[in-house]
């Protein structure tokens, strides 16, 4: 099992920006996958971005390329996005997940835990 906490979310003026962390106990850290999604009110939930197990590679939705940046520190068993330049249409509940044999990153479905999430709002 893996727990996610979730911390850092917050109002922030559009152009503002935030770091949000994600803090992962029990199953070793460095062996998953981890992705940020979110979800803004009446809408699915939305990939963000993801890492593989020691940040090599990472990628990014098209919307948010440029201003979000994603880590992680396997010593400490976080993992952050960093958001820059942020808008009002960012505004969303901000989770995290863990996926250990996910092959589609993109999708929700790939990952086996999740954490509570975060708020974000973004006013204009």
């Known amino acids: 099992q893996v727990q996610l906490v979730e911390s850092g979310g917050g109002l922030v003026q559009a152009g503002g920006s935030l770091r949000l962390s994600c803090a992962a106990s029990g199953r070793s850290f460095s062996h998953l996958a981890m992705g940020w999604f979110r979800q803004a009110p009446g809408k699915e939930r939305e990939f963000v971005a993801v890492?593989?197990?020691?940040?090599?590679?990472?990628y990014f939705a098209d919307f948010v390329k440029g201003r979000f940046t994603i880590s992680r520190d396997n010593a400490k068993n976080t993992v952050y996005l960093q958001m820059s330049s942020l808008k009002p249409e960012d505004t969303a509940v901000y989770s995290c997940?863990?996926?250990?044999?996910?092959?589609?990153?993109?999708?929700?479905?790939?990952?086996?835990?999740w954490g509570q999430g975060t708020q974000v709002t973004v006013s204009s």
């Open positions: 997940a863990a996926t250990i044999y996910g092959r589609n990153w993109y999708q929700p479905r790939e990952y086996n835990y």
């Open positions: 890492t593989n197990w020691n940040g090599g590679s990472t």
